[in-house]
Structures are given as structure tokens and as C-alpha cells.
């Protein structure tokens, strides 16, 4: 069995490194998730299941890759951030995206029981991911604000959208119709005038999204004692402003 | 909210578009997949429940991408092949590998149960995805020879070797220091002379691998007629040779 | 001096390999050619010497990458086909585009003289390059039949248009007006009714661009004898058809 | 004549534009320099016409691309450093490399005769071009320290061996002998025991390279009065330490 005359076919494979001394993103999406979450009966605007579902996944591949050292999720998508220095996988772009992507969708399958003990999924759910590259803390802050501030507009805007037809039953494309133009303020108007909705006093995870970080937590040692460990926890908080990035100032400095 | 100050960010996203007119591959691999299977307890050499898990969760992915003409799989790892013309995801390299990966992980825990109905997996498993390009028609068929050698002398290996663990007695570590160096001929006459096994009439799934292909199929009608459709269909046969390929020309020629 | 502290600095340099078995053509194209002709005082619509030079820089080109089977130019541009098995600088894109870009270049100033023999040029001219993989026999005669079937377009409207202007005396504006919208049927008649030009009977050269290929041919040896030797030689035919190919079909076959 | 046919052939260009707000770094590299150096009589071990005359091409270069803030050469190569956030031809790096090294090149054969006026070329050099990205303005401070300080060794290395070549009497073979394996201080002690050469007074631009940088310099008026102008000026000056780029700090803001 002549092996070695086939074996040539490997020199067509590309190398795909990452410039390095630069963050690595892989950001996984769901893929066709309007219609999964309606298939699923996905409570709206916002489905407490699926998100604590997500970010079990999340918390799967962060305790994987130790060089992960934040992420932010929201919605049906989730931002896996690597340290400028990780050398995982030589920094090749594609066994990064495949890998992270390959997990967080299996973890999503394998967890799905946890959080939605009464039914199964109707097929299997697909995620899609890709690698970016951003070489400056600025652009690293920027990436994850542009996430939050998604995560905002379409938190504000599905909001509104479910409260006027769960609530003052319009229907979907009377509810598009009336928001068509409107800013945030006049969403804001419309949630507190007509449903008494304060937006500001909507639960953070949906507002703020979720970010995974590392913490050292101490630990109860058997001997009254304690030791410090590292621990992933979840915050629901701002990430644009200056306040995280001060308190959490080790992200953003060579480790 | 400053949606927009944020959202140059998306200009770090970079194409990664394959060469036209070129064979596609997506190669899946099961990550740590010797640790999984010695955890899941999958029988040795070959296990067929896995295998035939392998094979659902393949059928899954093609079932999905019109555009793969052909899957071989074999172990651990499954190979698509989209045919040179696809415009699926523009051609998007990492679109390609990440969706085809997460389908085929997501299938592969979702069908678990079918496969292995008294276990649930211990962790979620997962399988790292590649995108290669070949460009003629001999380059692809090379491939695919490459990936079935490498089944078949893989396979008389394990063969071999775990007959001289599970049959003759043999540590891991003595069995394989008996087949060190051993040459094809030499296992296939272990096998035959010390435990009547005659290679060749092993399974062909097994010394083969599994090939997965569209054919024609007659369906019969209400009305006593029938008519064709397109399914996929498995088969276990060699792809080295010309005979295969005699058989399914459409595969090689542009549709 | 500690040089081994910067030399990390290496690692960003990125792969950047062709797919092996694809037509590699490196394309060079002057920049801003319309206005270096104007200063250097090109005869419009094509300056002889200039192409001749055009003609002699790709020569040098062809002669140092003897993986080069054919070279193709027209008006301020050539592009050179390497072999598909071409091997030169390990088939690395970057090194391929700079080094025939540079020599292109370096040659056309340095033969300069001998082919305007009055005039030095008023300031180092350019050509940019760049590298594009082609899979496929017909893709390579496609992208040759591209650039072949530019050249007659530019060629017949520029003809057209310098008869208009060097011969009825209508200025540029005129000329371009009088041009806008017409066929190729339409400026073959201006031609021949209004200056009794058949486009036709115009140089080949002109119309058809230069084909530089590989031809072997006799050397008379001083017993008498004669033995054959490769030499680079100069055609002005056509590429679109099929009779070019058969007559060279040593090109499209693996050597 | 159906070009339209043809065209689609574009689509098989890639794209190749660079990662954002990183340095971008064009090297050419002069081509088999050292036989080329052999051929032209050029002094050892430096020759300060063809020093000149890489500055002279240097020069060239910047003056045609503004957004090139600073150019390192020595030797037979020339670095180009394009500040971080240029959109020159939308950052692509084959029009880059390509473009920097044809000017270059045709430069360096353009003015030639004012360094060498008593001689041609013998033939047309050749210079070959990379694009590399550095994050950091700490990696493009390292990439200038290691083309210094490889400066700094071979210059070192070649004012040695050509002292025991042209004033011991040596031959090649015998000088390269006595040098292996000797450090810097081992040669500075040759220089000065055996040919009383202090080499800290050697001239810099030998010891250090050539660096181009912008400044502000007045310019008188008709009026007696002044205006600043950016002009291009050469130093041969540290820039592996602080100094240099305390006294340039405009050079790693972002402008």
C-alpha cells in the first residue's frame, strides 16, 4: 500500500498563523437562531434558559483554554478573547476558530438538559465561528464595546418590540411599524409611559450582556486556613466606560 | 449609545475567500480522541457503535450542505468534499470549516443516544476542522487515497495489535514491540497464522472506511409509478483504484 | 550588542506559499503610464520603441526564470505564466511579484537608450506587480484571452481615436464624444471610410500584442552539424483560439 | 470579441490588505548583491559611492509615499516604515512591497551615473521586496535595533577581514580562519593592535546605517521673513536606544 505516493497532498495545506503580539477574537454565532429560538418556544424578548445555556457553554471552552482571558456574550453569540501572547495551537487561526467553535457547540448540546430539563432540541444546533485579530488595547476595549453597545440597541429595541405585542397586542409588523425611526429615548418614552417599564431597572445580564473573567477566590483549606484559586466568574456590567478596565487593570497588561 | 465609533472595528475581519474553480476539503478530527474512546470504553480495535455515530453525524452535515459531493471517513475523522463550483458561504474559508465542524460536533452529541443507549459522554467532546484546496482531479483523488492508506494500515494494525493483547495475552507494551518494523505482510500472517483471522475478510467498513455519496434512488408512487430522488447513500469500498471513479464520473466532471 | 533579543522580530514575517499545482502569473502594469507617455512624448496611438523596450525588459525577465513558459504583453503591462510545478523561491507570492517586478523594471530603464536613443527619462518610472494563481488549462487560456481581447478593445478605440484626432483634427473632447457608444463594427468603418484604414491589415503587434515563448531551434555547429538549443522568440498572434495552443500544446501538459 | 467572456478570471484575485493600526515595514534586498558588488569594483569593505546611491534611491522612495515616516538602509537593503494608520492603495501588501521595490529599483539604475560616472551597469539589478507588520511601537523599535546591530556585526566583521585581506596581506580563505569564533571585543583588539584602527571612529553612516526621517526646516522667504518645510533628512545615528526616539517622538504618536 504505496502511502508515501499520496502523501504529497499534505503540502497543500496553508499556513494561517496569527501576527503575533496581537489579541486573537473568536467570536461564535448562532447560526439560524430566530428561527431556533422560535422552533424552541424561546421566551421573549429574552429566554433566561437559553442564555444561562450559553453561558455554560462559554464557561466550558474558558476552562479549556487557560489563555482565554475574558469573554462576552449576548444574545445567540459569544466572544472568546486570548491574550496577546497565547502561543495555543502556534496561534494558527483556523485550529483556533474550529476548535473554540467545535466545543462551545457541543458544551450547548450537552448542557441543553440542564436548562431545558423538559424537551430536547428539535435538531442539532449549529454555531459558526471566526478569528479576528486586534492589535491595540484601544482596539481590543473598542471590539467588546461594539458588542455591548449591539447588545444595547437590540436589548432596547426587542424590549419594546415584545411589550407592544405581548402586552398591548399589536401585531409583529404592527409593533415594527411603530418603532420604525425611533431613537433609544423614544423607546425608553414608550416602555414607561405605556407599560411602566423603567428599561434602566431591566435586569443587568439582559442589558449589559455577559462578561467571563478569571478572579482569585479564596478557598477553605481543611486546617481553618484558606489558599487563593482561580475561578471564572460571571458580571453583567458596563465594559465601555473606564470602571472595569481600571478595576480589572492586569487584562490589559503583559502577563 | 455610540454605536457607530465602535464599528470600524469590523474592518480587522479579513477576507479569506478559497481560489475558484478548486476542490474544497473540510477535514474534521476528533480532539484527545484516544482518551475518548478509552473513556467511553469503545471496543477494541473497532467500535462499531461509534463508527455508526461517526457516519450519522456525517449524514448530517451533507444532508445540509447540497454542495458536498462526497464524505470519507474513517476513525476519528470525516472528510468533505465540496464540489469545485460552490458559492457556498462566497467560498469563506472559515465559514466553511467552522460550519461544517460545529454541524458535525453538534450531530455527534445529539445522536449519541441512538448509538450508545446506556452511557451518556462523561464531557463534551469535540473535533478541530481544516479547510484544504486541491485543484485538479487527480490532486483530489490523491487525497482521498491518502486517507484511505492511512485507514488501512492503521487498521491491520490495531488489528493486530489488540488481537495480541485481547486474544493472546500480550501487555500493550509487548504487543507493540512485537510489530515494530513489521511490514504489511507480516501482520496479515500473525493474524492469519496465530488466530485464523485472513485480514481480507474482515468488514469492509473497517479496512475500507466509509464513503458517502448522492445517488439516484427510484421512489415508488401512489399511482403505481416511480419516480427518482436524490439520497445519500454509504458505501465501504476501495477509492484508490479507477473502478470507483469509472462508476461515479458525475463526481469528477463540472455539473 | 545584544542582536538575539530583536530577532523575534523575524516571526511576524508571514507564509505566504502558492497552492502548489495552479498556473502562477505574475502581472506587471505601468503606473501612471497615461501621463509618462505624454512626457516622454510616446506617438500615438502606439510608440514602437516604446513597446520594443516593453518587449526587451520582459526578454530579461524570461531569461533569468526559466520556470517562465510564456510571457504576455500590450500597451505598459506583461504578465508572465510560470509553470504549474514551478518550484522558484518555493513557490512564496511576495518574492515572485518583487523580484520579477523588479527586474522588469530594472531593465526596461536600463536598456532605455537603445531603444529612445535621444532622450534619458525625466524620472525613474514604475510598475506595480502582483501574483494570481490559476488552476485550471482553461483558466490560464482565459486569463490570456482576457488580457488578449484588452488589447484589441484599447487598440481599436485608440487607433480610432488618434485618426480622429491626428488626421480629421477634432480635438480630444470631440474625439472621445464621436467614440461614446460605438461597436467595434462602428470604428472598423470610421477607419476605413472616413481615413481609408483597414484595422485589419494594422500591425499584428498592435493588434494582437507580443507572445514571447520558448521555441527550440538550430544551432549550426562548426563540424558542419547542427544541434538544438532554446531560445526565447517573439509572436503576434493569437492566444484565444485553438490553433495557438495546438501548435504549443508542450505548454498545457506537464513538462 | 466577447470580453466579457473572459473576465471572471479577476474573481481568482485575492485579497491581501493588511491587518489596521499596525506598522507596515517594505524591505528590499538587493539581489545576489555580492557577486554584483565583485563585478562593479566596489570598494571594501564599504563603498561609499553605492552608499550613497542607496540613499540616493531611498530618497526616491519617500519622496513619492508621504505616509513612509522613517526608512532604515545598510548594506545592500533598505527598510520603509509606513506609519500605522496609512490607507495608501488601501493598505494591500503586494501593491506595497511591489510598488516601494520597482521605485526603488528604478531609481537606483536611474541615477546610477551620478555615483558611478565612469561606469554602467553591466547588467540590470535586481531588488526583492517583503510586507511586514509590527503591533507595537516597541516591535517596530526592535525590528529597526535588529537591522542596526546586524549592521553593526557585519560591518564590524567586514572592516576586520578586509583589513587582514588588503593591509596583512591574508588571503580570503585565511582571514575568514582567523575570525571564526571571535567576538566584537576580539576583533575591535585586531583593529587597533594590528592596524591601529579605533573602530568607535569609524564614520557612523558605516558603523550605523543611514536613517531618513521628515523634519521641519525653515525656508527663507523673499520677504526675509521664514516658513517651515518638511524635508527629508539622513541620519547616521543610534536608534536602538532612547535617545533617538525621545528627540523623534512624534514619530510612534499617532499623527
Sequence with gaps: MAKSKFEYVRLFETEDRCLPNSWIVVRVDGKGFHKFSTEHDYEKPNDLRALSLMNNAAMSVMEEFKDICLAYGQSDEYSFVFRKETQVYSRRSAKLSTNVCSLFTSAFVYYWSEHFPTSKPLYPPVFDGRTVLYPSNQNIRDYLSWRQADCHINNLYNTTFWALILKAGLTPVEAEQKLKGTLSGDKNEI??????????????????????????????????????????????????????WNENNHLLTIS
Tied chains: 1, 2, 3, 4.
Design 191 to 244: 416602555l414607561f409611559s405605556q407599560f411602566s417599564i423603567n428599561y434602566n431597572k431591566e435586569p443587568e445580564m439582559l442589558r449589559k450582556g455577559t462578561i467571563l473573567v478569571r478572579r482569585k477566590v479564596p478557598i477553605a483549606l481543611p486546617d481553618g486556613g484558606t489558599r487563593e484559586k482561580s475561578q471564572i466568574v460571571q458580571q453583567h456590567t458596563d465594559i465601555i466606560g473606564d470602571e472595569f
